[in-house]
């Protein structure tokens, strides 16, 4: 018999690659941390001799969430300035308490609680953009969960950089250098806007990227104020902007791209930008409905992400998946746009490929990281089972996650985190709620 490190048995596999593909009474065999099987239970059962079973009937197993976007310390900063549009939001909310307390204590924390978060709702990789990216990578190598870890460009000082230039500088540095070929993080440039950077930054950014091969990020046409203030006082759209500093390419992600015309579609699919869309953040902001549908039948690969716990409120990926295909279907005034198939393909490996990870993680194939999520079907809210993929997009919470591996590692096991101490970060939660309440109240 052959070794295999965990067999994992599960009364429905979805694989996500080939597309549409359902597998039933399946089993996946683990061995160094990859996937280096997928065949039906029996068989498996008769060739493998693993050292762990885990054996999940009633259960869909899947490829883990990939979470296309989000500020993960920002947690900490839930519910903190609800109910206020973009601008206010920024200005008023968000900024004033990242002045005072966003130092690396607070990013450790806040990335902490955000990965538990994530781990427990079924996601097995992020990306991620705020400051200090390299305690949000020490972080994730801590607790174990793939992080594609951007370093953030912005103009003003922030206690991690002074200056735009600083942040480039100190990102080659202790990021892309230090994590180069790490199995588990990924780097990539997270420009905050094209309001928030100037043209000379955007150029030492392009040339930075390109010399280190490194993807950029970007808010782009997250809100119409957004659009209109440039056009007023650069007298172009920001897209354009990006256009003329040589930044729209294959390796610009635009996240939100929700005021987006059907010429910047045409060309963002011509170029190979890709999308990182943020349903319940856009919804709760205000900012509008993405053009969702439109980009995909154009060609464009388009992403889900959750944004921050601070606009959202839940780093959950379920709902952001069943949000999504419920917005494209209502925008589209089409029932068949955005089927569930093409949902779960969105929120797994199109989100990889956003990341260009998609050799790696996103769907459940041979050779790569075993980052898997098996969900629990046998709730009254999900039965009865006719279509486990349509199950899984609209009627899935986060608490019928029953098990989730990181490149082959258990992180959660029916339901509970194996590797991580809930009630260290619980506590720790509950001591910088007490602080950035107590600056609240004393404005």
């Known amino acids: 018999m052959q070794h295999c490190d965990t067999l994992i048995s599960a009364g429905w596999c979805i694989p996500v690659e080939p597309d ?3 597998l039933t009474d399946h089993s996946v065999a683990v061995r160094d941390g990859r996937i280096a099987d997928i065949l039906p239970t029996d068989e498996a059962r008769a060739i493998y001799d693993p050292g762990a079973v885990i054996d999940r009937p009633n259960h869909v197993l899947i490829p883990g969430f990939v979470n296309s976007h989000t500020h993960a310390a920002m947690t900490l900063m839930r519910g903190l300035a609800d109910d206020l549009p973009l601008e206010r939001w920024l200005k008023e909310g968000v900024w004033p308490v990242e002045a005072r307390w966003a130092g690396a204590e607070f990013v450790r924390d806040g990335t902490r609680l955000a990965i538990a978060e994530m781990l427990l709702s079924g996601c097995t990789c992020f990306s991620d953009q705020y400051f200090f990216p390299e305690i949000v990578a020490e972080t994730a190598v801590d607790l174990h969960m793939r992080a594609m870890v951007g370093t953030p460009v912005i103009e003003f000082a922030t206690e991690w950089a002074a200056n ?10 202790l990021v892309h250098d230090r994590y180069a070929d790490h199995s588990l993080i990924s780097s990539c ?14 150029s030492e950014l392009r040339i930075l990227a390109d010399q280190l091969d490194k993807r950029v990020q970007i808010h782009l046409h997250e809100s119409r104020q957004e659009v209109e203030t440039s056009v007023a006082t650069r007298g172009k759209r920001p897209f354009d902007v990006l256009d003329e500093l040589g930044l729209v390419n294959s390796s610009l992600m635009a996240v939100h791209a929700v005021h987006i015309s059907a010429e910047e579609i045409a060309r ?10 943020c349903p319940r953040s856009n919804l709760k902001l205000a900012d509008g409905i993405a053009p969702i549908q439109k980009m995909r039948d154009a060609g464009i690969v388009v992403g889900i992400g959750t944004d921050g716990a601070a606009s959202n409120n839940v ?23 955005l089927p569930a198939n093409a949902a779960l393909r969105m929120a797994t490996l199109d989100g990889a490929r956003t990341l260009g990870l998609e050799d790696c993680t996103g769907s459940i194939e041979t050779g790569k990281w075993a980052d898997l999520t098996c969900i629990d079907m046998m709730h009254l809210n999900s039965q009865p089972v006719y279509d486990p993929v349509s199950q899984v997009v609209y009627t899935v919470q986060p608490h019928q996650i029953s098990d989730v591996w990181v490149g ?3 992180q959660v096991e029916n339901g509970v985190l194996t590797q991580i101490d809930q009630d260290d970060i619980l506590r720790r939660t ?14």
């Open 20 to 22: 549409g593909l359902v």
């Open 268 to 277: 963002f699919a011509g170029d190979g930008v890709v999308v990182a869309h």
């Open 189 to 202: 440039f997270v420009p905050h806007s094209t309001s928030t950077v100037s043209d000379q930054s955007f």
């Open 315 to 337: 780093l959950e990926m379920p709902g952001e998946m069943r949000t999504a295909a419920l917005l494209a279907k209502a925008s589209a005034e089409d029932a068949a746009a």
């Open 164 to 173: 735009a230039s600083e942040c480039l500088s100190k990102g080659a540095e």
């Open 430 to 443: 509950a001591e910088w709620q007490q602080r950035i309440a107590g600056q609240q109240e004393n404005a």
């Open 408 to 410: 082959g590692r258990h």
